[in-house]
Nanobody, 121 residues
């Protein structure tokens, strides 16, 4: 059973920075990819950033140039460095891990409990 635990959320002012961390109970190397998603009140969950086992990254257009995702296989952690935060970044941020099924058509997803990020003056 893979368990993901997020930490590092909090209240920051616009333009500030925050670093989120996701700790996995199992080896993240066994996963095809890891990522961060977020969900604001009244909105659907959306992709923020992903990173594959080969360190290929992908970012939502809204966070490009401001957020950086990274992983530490030895520590089984995935971090999200968030800079130049904006009020619209306010959301619950969820850690995600996925592993492709053998047929490569579907995947198994695992989720953390989420951590609140609030950007407000």
């Amino acid at each position: 059973q893979v368990q993901l635990v997020e930490s590092g959320g909090g209240l920051v002012q616009p333009g500030g920075s925050l670093r989120l961390s996701c700790a996995a109970s199992g080896s993240i190397f066994s996963m095809n990819g890891m990522g961060w998603y977020r969900q604001a009140p009244g909105k659907e969950r959306e992709l923020v950033a992903t990173i594959t086992s080969g360190n290929v990254t992908n970012y939502a257009d809204s966070v490009k140039g401001r957020f950086t995702i990274s992983r530490d296989n030895a520590k089984n952690t995935v971090d999200l460095q968030m800079n130049l935060l904006k009020p619209e970044d306010t959301a619950v941020y969820y850690c995600n891990a996925y592993r492709m099924q053998t047929n490569w058509l579907f995947r198994n997803d695992y989720w953390g409990q989420g951590t609140q990020v609030t950007v407000s003056s």
